[in-house]
């Protein structure tokens, strides 16, 4: 069918315009402007719309560590979160922290059975309630159970048992049941120096399609201990990760978007909530062996922050999808957006928190004789990471953060010297707050990258096409959060053609502003259908699903045809355009925004006759990608013939064309 319509759509392409006057783009593929930035087109993940956990984040288990106490969040305060008791005799459950697991991990499940006693616990998973579970289950897959047990001495001597299997809400198994006993088959872990907790694995298979729950029956005597209960399925990407791996389709979907960058873990998530101590601290997000010995914060977008997807495995999905990391730090402050109760850190903290940044890049970039160094060696990765950029602060300005970046700039830059520090310029377009940042930056950091963010209204972004034309070019710009917001529609606002339209546009602008904006990226990245903090968003899934939106087949067309160099290209036309070129190929990139066709002849001087190939966008201006229709807009391949230099070409209402022509 996609075939067919190519075809179609490539017969209508060749056969002209008899009527309207066409518009007019002369592209001149020997007058190079200057250099396309190659880090022009990367991606932002925070763990926002249970983008991470509950997400990208492979475990199916929610609140597997009992550690859920987000008290600015209140349904995510609880400790029992997503836990059921479902049914008991002779046992008592209570969930305690006495000799924990380890002091980063301190609550845990505690059963104590009288002679003949049993429990049964179940966890829902992310995607379900308690009374129709959701951990999402496909018949014939595997699925990875680890959990730690700590059996008492009656319980080991009375025999008594943890069995743990997939059920439905009945209780009846969806899967083979996995038995454990003390002593048998434990993995080794160090998190056992009494040896009293052991950690233990089994492999569940699902017999059913279905939204199940993890089932944990208890019986026997004495009392038994349980803690960090994790479930993945066996098919994921990053296994060997020590938290354990990630969401094959999700990973794929941000793959197919060959980001150059992956710019993480924050946004607001690196500043916490409203005290210090739930700011992002990357060393409780890293550890040898699995995820629980990592300590877990309140996330500021509710739910928690299990940090099994901690700064390692960010560094490892940088490798995994071939984009550079972009790792963000706070400054030392916390939200100055919000009513936060905690001050700044002192002058005098800041110091010893400049030894935490230049921590991470020695983690990231260190040799194996270095302390950190030789943790993410241990960790799995001798190697170092391919480290460039650090960023110090988001959304921030004012004098209590240039003061606190310049410490912490000026650490990052005396001991690592190649490091780009990337500094923030606010959360706002225009201005008196973003004119006070850049005439700070201008003065006293003139060499940093300038991290801008701004969510405007879609209109916005065609009528500043032009804004980065008049800043001085040896300015660095790192658009490092942006959308086009459409007006909100029941709760959400639209993710739908006109908003991705508006952007295609925008980044035309800078496409050929790309001596000074170095990087860019969209976000938010992904939302999980049902815990939406923040629309729009790039990607939509469910447990089972993923679909696109039209912004994300913007920023996809634009990754991939994106040349190394600007050329010279004028229109006659209201058509956004820009055009680049590598040394085998010219790619025009045009936008039509307007509700008319407009007929285009394309001139690209020098051009051999040939068969031009390209994509292109269109539809209806308010339609939008969904579960039910994730195919309504979506790239179609077009085909058109290049004659004389001259390339005839309908862009229709609401579209955007890019047209490759070889070299
Ligand atoms: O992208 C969502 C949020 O928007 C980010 O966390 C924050 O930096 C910005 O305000």
Redesign the pocket.
Known sequence: MKKLLSLLLAAMLTAGFSSAQADTLTVHPDQALHEVSPTLYGIFL?D?NCAVDGGLYAELIKNRSFENENLWNPQHADHWEAWRVSKWNQAKLTLENAEPLNEKNPTYLHIALEEGGWATVSNQGFGGNLLRGGVPIQAGETYDLTLYIRFSEEAARNDSAVTVCLSDAAGNALSNEAVFQWGENPLETWMNPDKSWWRYQAVLTATENAGALLKLQIAGQGAIDVDMVSLMPGDRIGKEWPGGGMRKDLVEALRELHPKFLRFP????VEGTYVRSDAYNWKDSVSIGDAADRREIPNTWGGMLTMGVGFYEYFCLCEEIGALPVPVVHAGLLCQARDVKDPPLTMAEMQEYAQDILDLIEFATGGENTEWGLLRAWMGHPEPFDLRYIAIG??NWGAAYFSRYEVLAKAVKEKFPDITCIVSAG?VAEGGLIQDSWNNIRRRFPNDLVDE?YYMDSGWFPAHVNRYDKYPRTTKVFLG?YAAHEPVQGNRRPNNLYAALCEAAYLTGIERNSDVVVMSCY??LLSREGEVD?TPDLIWFNDSTVYKTPSYYVQQMFTQACGTELIASETDGDLFQAVTRTETEVQVKAVNLSDQPVPLTVIVSGAENQTVRGQMLTGEKNHVNSFARPDKIVPTEIVCECADEKTAIELPPFSLVILRYSF
């Open positions: 925070e926002i924050g946004g607001c998530v988001n959304e959360p963010h959060e976000a938010p923040w």
